[in-house]
């Protein structure tokens, strides 16, 4: 039987009843919104803070996580002794051309030649906020004993580029790498680079487990209703590290970016399946914010809006883990 996020002709859709796209009369009702009505002021990128990377060199010990932000998507988590990059973009802008699109606010955490030496490299989809071109490349010569994973029908880009062990796979499959379980997950998005590519190749979040820790890493994603499904059988998680940015304006954005009271929601919905047995409660990590400004509300509003509803939910604010650019924090 044909799953149900695979649709016609090799492409693929959200299985969800909110998952519909907006259609492209939308990009244009969004374009014109923005001409005619007034934006919200933004900050200064200075109020963003950077702090020195902390992570473990070369690696980290088995029964330790290490979670580094490099920005965006992009984080080092060092986990079961293995070195894993996410959504790697270390480039000015995230954008197919060097001279237009959105530009960095804030530098990357980690310089890329000051990474310690990398085994796996997570893909969640092809967006140019989380698959760079340079990027790649950079890291394919750096690191040529690296694996890549990555969601169907991304391999060719990333070979094209360079990388040698390239394993693509389907939401729910899951592959052994050194002792780590790493698992494809679930997200409600989309894809596309240019133009007539939308949707031939899958996005995914991804879930890790060594023997004494479970991260979660969302990707991209809407709010869907299963991430308690995603705990079931991945977790019960430690971290969740969940996109809290790029969410205005909200009818246009809804079906393919979390707001932060989403956010917060998915992560109670991934506790509620499967909460840590012992020792601290899970955390939250938010990502998606304060690197590239994508979408409308303004850059720091994403960190003050998820504390709120946190907060709102009666959960510790010790647990909602907002990190700086480059700040590392030990699980
Ligand atoms: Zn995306
Ligand atoms: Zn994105």
Redesign the pocket.
Known sequence: MTPSHHAAAGRFRNPWPNGALQRFSGVLRWQLDRLTKPLPAQPDPSVFRSVTPAFARPRASEDRVVITWVGH?SFLLQIGGLNVLTDPVWSERASPVAFAGPRRWVPPGIALDALPPIDVVLISHN?Y??LDDATVRRLAANEPGARWMVPLGLAPFLRARGARQVLELDWWQEKGVDGVVIGCTPAQHFSARGFGDRNRTLWCGWALASVARRVYFAG?TGYHPSFGAIADRFGPFQAALLPIG?YEPRWFMRPVHLNPEEAVQAFRDLVAARRPATGRPAVMVPM?WGTFK?TDEPMDEPPVRVARAWGAAGLALEDLWVLAHGESRTL
Do not use: V
């Open positions: 998507a967006h906020d989380h991209d790029a998606h994508l």
